[in-house]
């Protein structure tokens, strides 16, 4: 008994402690914070995918820097990241939750169909704290083809914008909609027409935690929650309640 007691202990299946996954806690409509419960896309995919691999979970929003934080420690996991060369060293990732369109935003005085990562050179450009967007823009950023300023999201970078604090703001696609749409600026700024770059998104593990353990079976509801079309349906609905009650 006492042998078999073991080895259910450390079956992925039968675990003895909650999953922690932290989410960035001001990043709608993808994660956010609201009345001290993560929700948004990822929180709500993340859910769905414990439920499915029937593993106990503890979603904790956090500022993403300190998400990235825990993720260093090997404390928890962390949902809705980039992957990038230098975070592969250290992280392992699951499959794609998410693809997210990043796209080029400025003010409509000063819009000229800027859509490549050249169009941004000599600019100063708005960026979320924390955040990497990509190799090849991180690549250019360190070479100083543009400047950045770092906001705590993107409601701040677009006030800058309007503002005339910066030249250009990166955002994603959705969050960026709503809140042109929300903060009233249809008029004010444009969006390019195609995407800078697409970024997939993932649940990613320091490989020195013991939690990685749950990869197989994350990754396992990861593509039936995408066969049945589960996860199309959890976008759709955490997008329609980020719009009603995280941007206002």
């Known amino acids: 008994m006492s042998v078999l007691m073991g080895v259910l202990i450390i079956l992925p299946g039968n675990r003895v402690h909650a999953l922690t996954v932290y989410v960035d806690e001001a990043n709608p409509p993808f994660m956010y914070s609201a009345n001290n419960h993560a929700a948004g896309i990822y929180p709500e995919i993340v859910r769905a995918i414990a439920t499915r691999a029937g593993i106990p979970i503890n979603i904790v929003p956090v500022?993403?820097?300190?998400?990235?934080?825990h993720l260093e420690n090997g404390d928890g996991a962390v949902a809705g990241i980039y992957k990038n060369l230098e975070r592969q060293k250290k992280f392992a990732f699951s499959d794609p939750i998410h693809r997210e369109s990043l796209m080029i935003y400025r003010s409509a005085n000063k819009f000229d169909s800027e859509s490549r990562l050249e169009d941004l050179s000599g600019m100063n450009v708005g960026v979320i704290r924390g955040w990497s967007y990509g190799n090849a823009f991180d690549r250019a950023r360190n070479s100083g083809m543009f400047e950045t300023s770092e906001a705590a999201g993107d409601d701040q970078n677009f006030a800058m914008l309007v503002n005339d604090r910066v030249d250009a703001v990166i955002a994603v696609r959705e969050a960026g909609d709503i809140w042109i749409r929300k903060l009233k600026l249809q008029s004010q700024v444009f969006r390019a027409k195609t995407a800078l770059h697409e970024n997939q998104t993932f649940i990613a593990f320091n490989r020195r935690s013991t939690d990685?353990?749950?990869?197989?079976?994350?990754?396992?509801?990861?593509?039936?929650?995408?066969?049945?079309?589960?996860?199309?349906?959890?976008?759709?609905?955490?997008?329609?309640?980020?719009?009603?009650s995280a941007f206002h």
């Open 212 to 244: 990685i353990s749950t990869l197989a079976l994350i990754n396992k509801a990861i593509a039936e929650l995408v066969e049945d079309g589960t996860i199309e349906t959890v976008i759709a609905n955490a997008v329609d309640d980020a719009i009603g």
């Open 63 to 69: 500022p993403w820097r300190r998400a990235l934080l």
